[in-house]
């Protein structure tokens, strides 16, 4: 349920974004859908407040309103909140006493001070994209995005094999959700392929020359990206000849990842 802070709360959180050294005018208060329930139903356990998401009181980055901190609460007085960027213990937290709260939030003030500082080096974020990760169920795309944005400058490998796994795990939500047959190698290129017979035109019917290729194009994309990852991302053995990567070539199957699962979603919505 929604937790409506009182000024003694808003003040005591107000103390802890000064002592992080940020400027309080940097936050603002706003109300959003929690994500409680996604989180605890994807995981097979019972949401905290029921089984439908419910408005949540939330301090959200000006700068950023992705990333946020919510302040919840549930009907047996367990205090909760959905966290974006991610504490170490996931996307949400539970907490007995409302200290317990405030104390996940100043977690949460120091790695967003670290991520504000990376975000000149990480990929770009599409507002389109975001929004349709977070407005629908799409968890797994969520978490594999987010992965791949943490480790695209510190650990480039560790990106390329997010950006891969994020296209994977669109192609499987897709494959679940129409009933398709799964393939039996579930790697990118073969669930790509399931994917796209059913998703996408033949590009031999499709007129208009541009639009043809680049519907050709985003198999190219998946090929690419499944071919980085198996030569040189942290999904598998290195090998003395393998290719070095850098946050260049993590940024760059980043982009092409979220060009392919954007394309992807906003085809499905509409059919």
Partial sequence: MNMRLNAKQKGEITKLIKKARFDVDQFAFTTRESECV??????AYRALDGEEPTTAEALSYRANPDYFFTFERNAKGVFY???FPEL???RSIQARQWNGLLNGFSEWLDILKAQIELDDTRPARSRT???????????????????????CTSDPPAAIAAASSMVEAACK?????HRLEV??????????GAVAKRLLPDPATVADDDTRKIISGLASVVDGIGSLRTHASSAHGR???DPEVG???????IHGAQAVVLYMMQKWERQ
């Fill in 81 to 83: 909140a959905t966290v």
């Fill in 88 to 90: 170490d213990l996931g």
């Fill in 239 to 241: 090998g003395r000849t």
């Fill in 247 to 253: 946050s260049a070539e993590a940024l760059l199957a």
């Fill in 38 to 43: 996604f989180v605890f139903v994807q995981h």
């Fill in 129 to 151: 994209f975001i929004d349709l990760i977070h407005a629908h169920d799409y968890a797994q795309i969520r978490n594999e995005f987010s992965r791949a944005e943490q480790n």
């Fill in 173 to 177: 939500l897709f494959i679940a959700d």
């Fill in 183 to 192: 393939p039996s190698n579930q790697t990118i290129k073969p669930l790509w």
